[in-house]
């Protein structure tokens, strides 16, 4: 399970919704938050099926559109179907995260894929994910319909989903 850092996210960054005058206390939280996101750097990867991953991520209340929760970095591995193949996207939120979480070196982000997936009732679903620079060009000769095995980062929870940072792809398993 995740370790969950502060609290809260906003739409137009992290420190949005940081309580007004509270900030010496957010500082302090977030030195801790690094030193504890620098001791669990060995990220250990963890299978995962998609659909549970991204019903875990979803806020209880469905109107917290642009709230999330920052979290140490983790390291999953899972199934999923190309839906739509790279495509500039920015990454400022993501990049904010990895860094205020100490995840080092920094990747190199400009692209996100779609990926699909079934939930538990068996009804097709997607998800956006961001995936790194030095994976785009192998994507991009990859067909929308394949169906691959995943490696991310799994970088933040937000209500569309987990903020996933594809590293690697290769065969199903």
Do not use: C, W
Request: hydrophobic share 45%; aromatic share 6%; proline share 7%.
């Amino acid at each position: 399970m995740n370790k969950i850092l502060l609290g809260l996210i906003g739409a137009v960054g992290f420190a949005g919704v940081v309580g007004v005058g509270n900030v010496p206390a957010f500082r302090q939280a977030m030195a801790a938050s690094q030193s504890a996101a620098k001791q669990s750097a060995d990220l250990k990867l963890k299978d995962i099926k998609l659909a549970d991953l991204v019903t875990k991520a979803m806020p209880a209340d469905p109107k917290a559109s642009s709230v999330g929760i920052m979290l140490v970095p983790s390291l999953v591995r899972f199934n999923a179907t190309l839906l739509e193949g790279p495509k500039p996207q920015k990454a400022e939120k993501l990049l904010e995260s990895l860094a205020m979480m100490g995840f080092s070196p920094a990747p190199k982000v400009s692209q996100r894929i779609v990926l699909g997936y079934f939930d538990a009732k068996g009804k097709s679903q997607h998800i956006v994910a961001y995936i790194e620079d030095k994976a785009v060009p192998l994507m991009k000769t990859k067909s929308v319909g394949d169906a691959f095995e995943f490696t991310a980062v799994h970088a933040y929870n937000f209500s569309r989903g987990p903020g996933l940072l594809v590293m690697a792809f290769g065969p199903p398993k």
